[in-house]
Protein backbone atom coordinates (compact mmCIF):
# COMPACT_ATOMS: atom_id res chain seq x y z
CA UNK A 1 0.00 0.00 0.00
CA UNK A 2 2.55 2.28 0.95
CA UNK A 3 4.70 1.60 -2.42
CA UNK A 4 1.48 2.19 -4.13
CA UNK A 5 1.19 5.89 -2.57
CA UNK A 6 4.74 6.40 -3.21
CA UNK A 7 4.70 5.28 -6.81
CA UNK A 8 2.27 7.86 -7.37
CA UNK A 9 3.31 10.72 -6.09
CA UNK A 10 6.76 10.05 -7.85
CA UNK A 11 4.60 10.10 -10.97
CA UNK A 12 3.21 12.85 -11.00
CA UNK A 13 7.00 15.02 -9.98
CA UNK A 14 9.02 15.97 -12.78
CA UNK A 15 11.95 13.85 -14.58
CA UNK A 16 14.50 16.69 -13.23
CA UNK A 17 12.57 15.76 -9.82
CA UNK A 18 12.65 12.51 -9.76
CA UNK A 19 16.18 12.00 -11.60
CA UNK A 20 18.01 13.45 -8.50
CA UNK A 21 17.12 10.29 -6.46
CA UNK A 22 19.29 7.73 -7.44
CA UNK A 23 21.07 8.67 -10.64
CA UNK A 24 25.07 9.21 -11.33
CA UNK A 25 25.35 11.20 -14.86
CA UNK A 26 28.45 11.27 -17.47
CA UNK A 27 30.69 13.59 -17.16
CA UNK A 28 28.91 15.70 -14.50
CA UNK A 29 29.85 16.91 -11.00
CA UNK A 30 26.36 16.94 -9.17
CA UNK A 31 27.32 19.49 -6.73
CA UNK A 32 27.69 22.57 -9.14
CA UNK A 33 25.30 21.30 -11.98
CA UNK A 34 22.64 19.36 -10.39
CA UNK A 35 19.64 19.74 -12.79
CA UNK A 36 18.83 17.71 -15.57
CA UNK A 37 16.47 17.99 -18.78
CA UNK A 38 14.05 15.66 -18.89
CA UNK A 39 13.57 14.30 -22.62
CA UNK A 40 10.50 12.30 -23.33
CA UNK A 41 10.85 11.84 -27.25
CA UNK A 42 12.56 12.74 -30.51
CA UNK A 43 11.68 12.87 -34.26
CA UNK A 44 14.48 14.04 -37.31
CA UNK A 45 16.72 16.33 -35.69
CA UNK A 46 14.06 17.43 -33.13
CA UNK A 47 14.37 16.49 -29.08
CA UNK A 48 11.58 17.06 -27.21
CA UNK A 49 11.47 17.67 -23.30
CA UNK A 50 8.78 17.34 -20.41
CA UNK A 51 7.01 20.32 -20.67
CA UNK A 52 6.97 20.19 -24.61
CA UNK A 53 9.93 23.01 -25.63
CA UNK A 54 11.45 21.28 -28.98
CA UNK A 55 14.99 21.84 -29.17
CA UNK A 56 16.88 21.39 -32.23
CA UNK A 57 19.97 18.83 -32.06
CA UNK A 58 22.67 20.34 -33.04
CA UNK A 59 25.15 17.61 -32.51
CA UNK A 60 23.11 14.69 -33.41
CA UNK A 61 23.17 13.41 -29.71
CA UNK A 62 26.81 13.16 -29.50
CA UNK A 63 27.73 12.69 -33.46
CA UNK A 64 25.19 9.06 -33.03
CA UNK A 65 21.85 10.21 -34.58
CA UNK A 66 23.08 10.72 -38.27
CA UNK A 67 19.95 9.84 -40.11
CA UNK A 68 17.67 11.53 -37.49
CA UNK A 69 16.41 10.21 -34.30
CA UNK A 70 13.40 7.57 -34.63
CA UNK A 71 14.05 6.87 -38.03
CA UNK A 72 11.04 4.67 -39.06
CA UNK A 73 13.34 2.88 -41.91
CA UNK A 74 15.76 1.84 -38.91
CA UNK A 75 13.20 0.90 -36.27
CA UNK A 76 11.22 -1.21 -38.47
CA UNK A 77 14.00 -3.32 -39.41
CA UNK A 78 15.39 -3.75 -35.58
CA UNK A 79 11.79 -4.60 -34.75
CA UNK A 80 11.46 -6.89 -37.24
CA UNK A 81 14.92 -8.53 -35.94
CA UNK A 82 13.60 -8.51 -32.65
CA UNK A 83 11.21 -10.97 -32.99
CA UNK A 84 12.87 -13.10 -34.77
CA UNK A 85 16.41 -13.83 -33.27
CA UNK A 86 17.46 -11.19 -30.06
CA UNK A 87 20.99 -12.14 -28.30
CA UNK A 88 22.86 -15.08 -28.91
CA UNK A 89 26.55 -16.05 -27.95
CA UNK A 90 29.15 -15.04 -30.83
CA UNK A 91 31.66 -17.19 -29.62
CA UNK A 92 31.23 -20.52 -31.47
CA UNK A 93 27.97 -19.11 -32.91
CA UNK A 94 27.53 -16.67 -36.19
CA UNK A 95 24.37 -14.65 -37.30
CA UNK A 96 23.04 -13.04 -40.56
CA UNK A 97 22.85 -9.60 -38.87
CA UNK A 98 26.58 -9.75 -38.26
CA UNK A 99 27.77 -11.57 -41.81
CA UNK A 100 25.41 -9.18 -43.63
CA UNK A 101 27.03 -5.98 -41.80
CA UNK A 102 30.73 -7.40 -42.74
CA UNK A 103 29.88 -7.94 -46.01
CA UNK A 104 28.63 -4.22 -46.31
CA UNK A 105 30.90 -2.84 -44.02
CA UNK A 106 33.69 -3.39 -45.79
CA UNK A 107 32.61 -2.58 -49.31
CA UNK A 108 32.60 1.06 -47.69
CA UNK A 109 35.90 0.91 -45.62
CA UNK A 110 39.15 1.63 -46.89
CA UNK A 111 40.20 -1.37 -49.41
CA UNK A 112 43.10 -2.87 -47.02
CA UNK A 113 40.11 -3.67 -44.53
CA UNK A 114 39.44 -6.98 -44.01
CA UNK A 115 38.15 -8.09 -40.76
CA UNK A 116 36.08 -6.62 -38.17
CA UNK A 117 35.69 -7.54 -34.35
CA UNK A 118 32.88 -6.71 -32.45
CA UNK A 119 32.52 -4.45 -29.34
CA UNK A 120 30.08 -2.55 -27.32
CA UNK A 121 31.17 1.46 -27.61
CA UNK A 122 33.92 3.76 -28.86
CA UNK A 123 36.18 3.14 -25.74
CA UNK A 124 36.15 -0.48 -26.23
CA UNK A 125 36.56 -0.07 -29.72
CA UNK A 126 39.80 2.18 -29.42
CA UNK A 127 41.09 -0.42 -26.34
CA UNK A 128 41.02 -3.44 -29.14
CA UNK A 129 42.74 -1.12 -31.33
CA UNK A 130 45.91 -0.64 -28.84
CA UNK A 131 45.57 -4.25 -27.76
CA UNK A 132 45.68 -5.38 -30.93
CA UNK A 133 48.73 -3.14 -31.88
CA UNK A 134 50.43 -4.21 -28.53
CA UNK A 135 49.79 -8.13 -29.35
CA UNK A 136 51.07 -7.91 -33.12
CA UNK A 137 54.30 -7.77 -32.12
CA UNK A 138 54.13 -9.48 -28.97
CA UNK A 139 52.99 -12.68 -31.37
CA UNK A 140 56.15 -12.25 -33.57
CA UNK A 141 58.56 -11.46 -30.48
CA UNK A 142 59.26 -8.13 -31.06
CA UNK A 143 59.42 -5.70 -27.82
CA UNK A 144 57.13 -2.74 -28.68
CA UNK A 145 55.71 -1.50 -25.70
CA UNK A 146 55.09 2.30 -26.50
CA UNK A 147 52.00 4.30 -28.16
CA UNK A 148 52.01 7.02 -30.08
CA UNK A 149 49.70 9.24 -30.03
CA UNK A 150 48.26 12.95 -30.90
CA UNK A 151 48.68 15.69 -28.40
CA UNK A 152 44.87 16.68 -27.61
CA UNK A 153 43.26 13.31 -28.99
CA UNK A 154 40.46 12.12 -27.10
CA UNK A 155 40.12 8.36 -27.58
CA UNK A 156 37.54 7.15 -24.64
CA UNK A 157 37.60 6.54 -20.81
CA UNK A 158 38.71 2.94 -20.43
CA UNK A 159 42.22 2.77 -19.10
CA UNK A 160 44.07 1.91 -22.80
CA UNK A 161 41.54 4.71 -24.25
CA UNK A 162 42.32 7.03 -21.08
CA UNK A 163 45.87 6.60 -21.41
CA UNK A 164 45.92 7.46 -25.25
CA UNK A 165 43.82 10.44 -24.73
CA UNK A 166 45.66 14.02 -24.61
CA UNK A 167 42.86 15.46 -22.81
CA UNK A 168 43.27 14.11 -19.40
CA UNK A 169 42.06 17.24 -17.04
CA UNK A 170 40.25 14.90 -15.31
CA UNK A 171 41.72 11.94 -15.75
CA UNK A 172 44.37 13.19 -12.20
CA UNK A 173 43.41 10.00 -10.04
CA UNK A 174 44.41 7.37 -13.08
CA UNK A 175 47.27 8.87 -14.41
CA UNK A 176 50.06 6.95 -12.78
CA UNK A 177 48.26 3.38 -13.97
CA UNK A 178 48.32 4.25 -17.81
CA UNK A 179 50.62 2.11 -20.45
CA UNK A 180 53.10 3.81 -22.01
CA UNK A 181 51.87 6.94 -24.22
CA UNK A 182 54.37 9.69 -26.07
CA UNK A 183 52.72 12.16 -27.48
CA UNK A 184 53.11 13.53 -31.48
CA UNK A 185 52.48 17.67 -31.85
CA UNK A 186 49.53 17.94 -34.32
CA UNK A 187 50.64 18.42 -37.63
CA UNK A 188 50.21 22.12 -39.26
CA UNK A 189 51.93 23.58 -42.04
CA UNK A 190 54.47 25.51 -39.42
CA UNK A 191 55.17 22.49 -37.73
CA UNK A 192 55.35 19.23 -40.39
CA UNK A 193 58.93 19.40 -40.48
CA UNK A 194 60.26 19.48 -36.72
CA UNK A 195 57.43 16.63 -36.21
CA UNK A 196 58.29 13.80 -39.10
CA UNK A 197 62.46 14.99 -37.54
CA UNK A 198 61.52 14.77 -34.37
CA UNK A 199 59.74 11.58 -35.06
CA UNK A 200 62.42 10.03 -37.51
CA UNK A 201 64.73 10.36 -34.54
CA UNK A 202 62.67 9.21 -31.75
CA UNK A 203 61.46 5.80 -34.53
CA UNK A 204 65.31 4.39 -34.58
CA UNK A 205 64.46 3.08 -31.07
CA UNK A 206 62.13 0.13 -32.96
CA UNK A 207 60.52 0.27 -29.93
CA UNK A 208 56.98 1.91 -30.93
CA UNK A 209 54.01 -0.54 -31.33
CA UNK A 210 51.62 1.86 -32.56
CA UNK A 211 49.99 5.31 -33.07
CA UNK A 212 46.29 5.87 -32.64
CA UNK A 213 44.93 9.27 -34.21
CA UNK A 214 41.81 11.10 -35.28
CA UNK A 215 41.89 11.70 -38.67
CA UNK A 216 41.42 15.25 -39.73
CA UNK A 217 39.12 16.12 -37.07
CA UNK A 218 39.73 15.57 -32.95
CA UNK A 219 36.14 15.74 -31.63
CA UNK A 220 36.48 16.57 -27.55
CA UNK A 221 39.87 18.69 -28.28
CA UNK A 222 37.03 21.07 -30.18
CA UNK A 223 36.85 20.00 -33.42
CA UNK A 224 40.59 21.19 -34.00
CA UNK A 225 41.47 20.28 -37.80
CA UNK A 226 44.65 18.99 -39.70
CA UNK A 227 45.29 18.23 -43.34
CA UNK A 228 45.01 15.22 -45.16
CA UNK A 229 48.60 16.08 -46.65
CA UNK A 230 50.64 16.25 -43.46
CA UNK A 231 48.58 13.57 -41.47
CA UNK A 232 49.82 11.32 -44.45
CA UNK A 233 53.26 12.54 -44.10
CA UNK A 234 53.42 10.96 -40.36
CA UNK A 235 51.56 7.86 -41.27
CA UNK A 236 53.87 7.02 -43.83
CA UNK A 237 57.14 7.57 -42.10
CA UNK A 238 55.59 5.40 -39.52
CA UNK A 239 54.64 3.12 -41.52
CA UNK A 240 57.96 2.65 -42.99
CA UNK A 241 58.66 1.68 -39.40
CA UNK A 242 56.42 -1.21 -38.96
CA UNK A 243 54.34 0.97 -36.54
CA UNK A 244 50.72 0.12 -36.74
CA UNK A 245 48.61 2.91 -37.58
CA UNK A 246 44.98 3.19 -36.02
CA UNK A 247 42.77 5.08 -36.99
CA UNK A 248 39.96 6.37 -34.00
CA UNK A 249 37.09 7.35 -36.60
CA UNK A 250 34.63 7.15 -33.86
CA UNK A 251 33.13 10.44 -34.17
CA UNK A 252 34.17 11.08 -38.03
CA UNK A 253 32.96 7.92 -39.63
CA UNK A 254 30.00 7.18 -41.11
CA UNK A 255 29.48 10.83 -43.27
CA UNK A 256 30.77 13.43 -41.22
CA UNK A 257 33.51 14.53 -43.44
CA UNK A 258 31.61 14.10 -46.29
CA UNK A 259 33.22 10.85 -47.24
CA UNK A 260 32.09 7.22 -45.24
CA UNK A 261 35.18 7.59 -43.72
CA UNK A 262 37.59 10.55 -43.20
CA UNK A 263 40.66 7.85 -43.88
CA UNK A 264 39.41 8.37 -47.41
CA UNK A 265 41.18 11.64 -47.88
CA UNK A 266 44.22 9.97 -46.84
CA UNK A 267 46.59 8.16 -48.72
CA UNK A 268 48.26 5.94 -46.48
CA UNK A 269 45.21 3.88 -45.23
CA UNK A 270 45.16 2.61 -41.70
CA UNK A 271 45.90 -0.83 -40.48
CA UNK A 272 43.35 -0.73 -37.99
CA UNK A 273 39.92 1.60 -37.94
CA UNK A 274 37.86 2.22 -34.60
CA UNK A 275 33.97 2.68 -34.99
CA UNK A 276 31.19 3.44 -33.05
CA UNK A 277 28.69 6.03 -32.29
CA UNK A 278 26.70 6.62 -36.04
CA UNK A 279 27.54 3.20 -36.65
CA UNK A 280 24.22 1.92 -35.20
CA UNK A 281 22.58 5.20 -36.10
CA UNK A 282 21.83 6.19 -32.37
CA UNK A 283 19.67 3.41 -32.08
CA UNK A 284 21.85 1.07 -29.66
CA UNK A 285 25.19 1.30 -28.52
CA UNK A 286 27.72 -0.87 -30.42
CA UNK A 287 31.47 -0.86 -31.83
CA UNK A 288 33.65 -2.22 -34.44
CA UNK A 289 37.82 -2.66 -34.04
CA UNK A 290 38.35 -3.38 -38.45
CA UNK A 291 41.58 -4.16 -39.16
CA UNK A 292 43.96 -5.57 -42.35
CA UNK A 293 44.33 -9.34 -43.33
CA UNK A 294 48.12 -8.86 -42.29
CA UNK A 295 47.07 -7.55 -38.41
CA UNK A 296 44.75 -11.03 -38.45
CA UNK A 297 47.23 -13.23 -39.61
CA UNK A 298 49.76 -12.11 -36.74
CA UNK A 299 46.67 -13.69 -34.41
CA UNK A 300 46.10 -16.86 -37.02
CA UNK A 301 48.22 -19.71 -35.41
CA UNK A 302 48.05 -23.18 -34.06
CA UNK A 303 48.45 -21.80 -30.68
CA UNK A 304 45.72 -20.91 -28.72
CA UNK A 305 47.79 -17.82 -26.62
CA UNK A 306 48.08 -16.10 -30.09
CA UNK A 307 44.42 -15.13 -30.48
CA UNK A 308 43.07 -12.28 -29.26
CA UNK A 309 41.48 -12.99 -25.96
CA UNK A 310 39.10 -10.18 -25.58
CA UNK A 311 35.39 -10.54 -25.94
CA UNK A 312 32.41 -8.78 -24.88
CA UNK A 313 29.31 -10.28 -23.20
CA UNK A 314 27.07 -8.44 -26.15
CA UNK A 315 29.81 -8.84 -29.50
CA UNK A 316 27.80 -8.46 -32.60
CA UNK A 317 24.31 -8.11 -31.26
CA UNK A 318 21.46 -9.04 -34.13
CA UNK A 319 19.66 -6.24 -33.21
CA UNK A 320 22.82 -3.90 -33.04
CA UNK A 321 23.47 -5.27 -36.28
CA UNK A 322 20.48 -5.12 -37.92
CA UNK A 323 20.61 -0.94 -37.19
CA UNK A 324 23.75 -0.70 -38.78
CA UNK A 325 22.98 -2.23 -41.51
CA UNK A 326 20.06 -0.35 -41.83
CA UNK A 327 22.09 2.87 -41.38
CA UNK A 328 24.67 1.97 -43.94
CA UNK A 329 21.60 1.90 -46.90
CA UNK A 330 20.47 5.04 -45.49
CA UNK A 331 24.16 6.79 -45.50
CA UNK A 332 24.55 5.52 -49.38
CA UNK A 333 20.91 6.30 -50.03
CA UNK A 334 20.03 9.58 -52.82
CA UNK A 335 18.48 11.17 -49.89
CA UNK A 336 20.98 11.16 -47.40
CA UNK A 337 24.06 11.96 -49.94
CA UNK A 338 21.65 15.16 -51.08
CA UNK A 339 21.12 16.34 -47.17
CA UNK A 340 25.30 16.02 -46.58
CA UNK A 341 26.05 18.37 -49.57
CA UNK A 342 22.88 20.49 -48.41
CA UNK A 343 24.42 21.17 -45.31
CA UNK A 344 28.09 21.83 -46.08
CA UNK A 345 26.68 23.80 -48.33
CA UNK A 346 25.01 26.10 -45.76
CA UNK A 347 27.65 26.21 -43.36
CA UNK A 348 29.83 27.77 -46.14
CA UNK A 349 27.37 30.02 -46.88
CA UNK A 350 27.27 30.76 -43.04
CA UNK A 351 30.97 31.12 -42.43
CA UNK A 352 31.26 33.71 -45.39
CA UNK A 353 28.53 35.47 -42.89
CA UNK A 354 30.46 35.29 -39.66
CA UNK A 355 33.99 34.56 -40.21
CA UNK A 356 34.88 38.09 -40.21
CA UNK A 357 32.53 39.36 -37.14
CA UNK A 358 34.86 40.90 -34.48
CA UNK A 359 33.75 38.30 -31.74
CA UNK A 360 34.97 35.28 -33.77
CA UNK A 361 38.94 34.57 -33.58
CA UNK A 362 38.30 32.00 -36.48
CA UNK A 363 36.17 29.46 -37.99
CA UNK A 364 36.76 25.93 -39.86
CA UNK A 365 34.82 23.01 -41.47
CA UNK A 366 35.68 19.23 -42.31
CA UNK A 367 32.09 18.09 -44.34
CA UNK A 368 29.09 18.76 -42.52
CA UNK A 369 31.53 19.96 -38.97
CA UNK A 370 31.59 23.45 -38.80
CA UNK A 371 33.41 25.26 -35.79
CA UNK A 372 34.24 28.45 -34.62
CA UNK A 373 36.41 29.63 -31.79
CA UNK A 374 35.97 33.15 -30.15
CA UNK A 375 38.09 35.41 -29.40
CA UNK A 376 36.86 35.44 -25.46
CA UNK A 377 39.65 33.34 -23.43
CA UNK A 378 37.19 30.91 -20.88
CA UNK A 379 37.40 27.98 -19.24
CA UNK A 380 36.38 24.69 -20.79
CA UNK A 381 33.44 24.41 -18.63
CA UNK A 382 33.51 27.34 -17.07
CA UNK A 383 31.02 30.37 -16.29
CA UNK A 384 30.28 31.60 -19.43
CA UNK A 385 30.72 28.34 -21.61
CA UNK A 386 27.48 27.88 -19.35
CA UNK A 387 25.96 30.76 -19.91
CA UNK A 388 26.62 30.27 -23.81
CA UNK A 389 24.81 26.80 -23.25
CA UNK A 390 21.80 28.20 -21.38
CA UNK A 391 21.37 30.77 -24.51
CA UNK A 392 21.30 28.06 -26.50
CA UNK A 393 19.12 26.02 -24.60
CA UNK A 394 16.61 28.80 -23.91
CA UNK A 395 16.03 29.26 -27.29
CA UNK A 396 15.50 25.85 -28.52
CA UNK A 397 18.80 24.92 -29.86
CA UNK A 398 20.95 22.10 -28.17
CA UNK A 399 24.60 22.75 -28.75
CA UNK A 400 27.70 22.32 -26.60
CA UNK A 401 30.17 24.79 -27.05
CA UNK A 402 33.34 23.16 -25.71
CA UNK A 403 35.61 26.16 -23.91
CA UNK A 404 35.30 28.89 -26.31
CA UNK A 405 34.49 26.95 -29.18
CA UNK A 406 31.12 26.59 -30.84
CA UNK A 407 30.31 23.44 -33.29
CA UNK A 408 27.67 21.94 -35.18
CA UNK A 409 27.69 18.58 -36.11
CA UNK A 410 23.65 18.15 -36.94
CA UNK A 411 21.52 14.66 -38.52
CA UNK A 412 22.17 14.86 -42.22
CA UNK A 413 17.90 15.21 -42.43
CA UNK A 414 17.90 18.71 -40.09
CA UNK A 415 15.86 21.03 -42.75
CA UNK A 416 16.96 24.30 -43.86
CA UNK A 417 15.03 26.35 -41.40
CA UNK A 418 16.59 24.35 -38.94
CA UNK A 419 19.91 25.13 -39.40
CA UNK A 420 19.20 28.75 -40.03
CA UNK A 421 17.78 28.67 -36.52
CA UNK A 422 21.07 27.22 -35.44
CA UNK A 423 22.88 29.85 -37.28
CA UNK A 424 20.90 32.86 -36.45
CA UNK A 425 21.08 31.92 -32.07
CA UNK A 426 24.69 31.58 -33.01
CA UNK A 427 24.65 35.31 -34.12
CA UNK A 428 22.30 36.44 -31.63
CA UNK A 429 24.84 35.26 -29.24
CA UNK A 430 27.91 36.74 -30.49
CA UNK A 431 25.80 40.36 -30.78
CA UNK A 432 25.32 39.85 -27.23
CA UNK A 433 28.21 39.16 -25.36
C1 LIG B 1 33.30 9.47 -28.40
C2 LIG B 1 34.63 9.03 -28.83
C3 LIG B 1 35.25 7.91 -28.25
C4 LIG B 1 34.64 7.15 -27.09
O1 LIG B 1 33.44 6.57 -27.44
P1 LIG B 1 32.41 6.11 -26.27
O2 LIG B 1 31.33 5.42 -27.01
O3 LIG B 1 31.96 7.39 -25.62
O4 LIG B 1 33.14 5.25 -25.34
C5 LIG B 1 36.47 7.52 -28.75
N1 LIG B 1 37.05 8.19 -29.76
C6 LIG B 1 36.49 9.26 -30.33
C7 LIG B 1 37.18 9.95 -31.45
C8 LIG B 1 35.26 9.74 -29.88
O5 LIG B 1 34.71 10.82 -30.43
Redesign the pocket.
Known amino acids: MKNEIETETLASESLSVRDKKHLWHPLTQHKLHPEMLGIVSAKGAVLYDENGKEYIDGIAS ?2 TSAYGHCNEYITEKVYAQMQKLDQVVFSGFTHEPAIELSEELIKLLPENQEKLFFS ?7 EIGIKMALQFHFNQGRKRKTMLAFEE ?6 FG ?1 MSV ?1 GLSVYNGPFAEFFIDVERVDVPTDENIEAVLSKLEKRLQQNDIAGFIY ?1 PLV ?3 AAMKMHTADNLNRILKLLKKHGVLTIA ?5 GFGKTGKPFASEYIETKPDVI ?1 M ?2 ALTAGLV ?1 M ?1 ITSCSQEVYNAFYSDDMAKGLFHGHTYTANPLACTAAIAGLELLQSEEIQVGIKRIIGSHQKFNTRIKNHPKVARTRQCGIIFALDLNVKMERYGNLRDQMFKHFMDNGVFLRPLGSTIYISAPYVITDGQLQKIYTTIEDLLNSI
Open positions: WYDNGSTATGFHGDTASEQGADEVMTCSKPA
